[in-house]
T-cell receptor, first 113, second 114 residues
Framework: SQQGEEDPQALSIQEGENATMNCSYKTSINNLQWYRQNSGRGLVHLILIRSNEREKHSGRLRVTLDTSKKSSSLLITASRAADTASYFC?????????????FGTGTKLQVIP | KAGVTQTPRYLIKTRGQQVTLSCSPISGHRSVSWYQQTPGQGLQFLFEYFSETQRNKGNFPGRFSGRQFSNSRSEMNVSTLELGDSALYLC?????????????FGQGTRLTVV
């Protein structure tokens, strides 16, 4: 399996509900970032959490990082129809002397009005 | 401040041809990375350039190449196109040389190989 796998692959919720997406990875990382992608378009950066941080907030977004379990979660509270998108985690790690960013497989979120 | 600009937005090429994609990073950003996104393989890292030097490369064949100019603009070239090269190609720019800074993505170039 790949470095950075999101779970679930797809999620459908009602507007106003919370959405939780999980990301697991394999190797030690420097930081982990979450991105949003609207259908077939570019990625929008949401949050960066460093390996020595455990939790970070940005508006309705909350990200946690558990380096012992090599996992992260993204919580979107009070979801809106506009949150419908694919969400990716990206891990940053040293690889062969370089820093390398690896994206996960993504979670497709649908928020039903 | 203008965002990351990728041109062209859409491209249709024939198998065996070659293609060049362009990426203009945000002003002041010196790092440009390229990614390929397909439904089957997801987002895969192609390469990264910083100050005109390729610093990192993903697991793609030599048909995929790139370069960066002194103004930080970057081009990606794919030679001898194959049907499997059909994908959304995304570039991202960063201010610094470290990946612990935010990456800003362009809207991508959708390449279709027929």
């Amino acid at each position: 399996s790949q470095q950075g796998e999101e779970d679930p692959q797809a999620l459908s919720i009602q507007e106003g509900e919370n959405a939780t997406m999980n990301c697991s990875y394999k190797t030690s990382i420097n930081n982990l970032q979450w991105y949003r992608q609207n259908s077939g378009r570019g990625l929008v950066h949401l949050i960066l959490i460093r390996s020595n941080e455990r939790e970070k907030h940005s508006g309705r977004l909350r990200v946690t990082l558990d380096t012992s379990k090599k996992s992260s979660s993204l919580l979107i509270t009070a979801s809106r129809a506009a949150d419908t998108a694919s969400y990716f985690c990206a891990t940053d790690a040293h690889s062969g002397g370089y820093q390398k960013v690896t994206f996960g497989t993504g979670t497709k979120l649908q928020v039903i009005p | 401040k203008a965002g990351v600009t990728q041109t062209p937005r859409y491209l249709i090429k024939t198998r065996g041809q070659q293609v060049t994609l362009s990426c203009s990073p945000i002003s002041g950003h010196r790092s440009v990375s390229w990614y390929q996104q397909t439904p089957g393989q997801g987002l895969q890292f192609l390469f990264e350039y910083f100050s005109e030097t390729q610093r990192n490369k993903g697991n793609f064949p030599g048909r995929f190449s790139g370069r960066q100019f002194s103004n930080s603009r970057s081009e990606m070239n794919v030679s001898t196109l194959e049907l499997g090269d059909s994908a959304l190609y995304l570039c991202a720019s960063r201010w610094g040389s470290y990946t612990n800074t935010e990456a800003f993505f362009g809207q991508g170039t959708r390449l279709t190989v027929v």
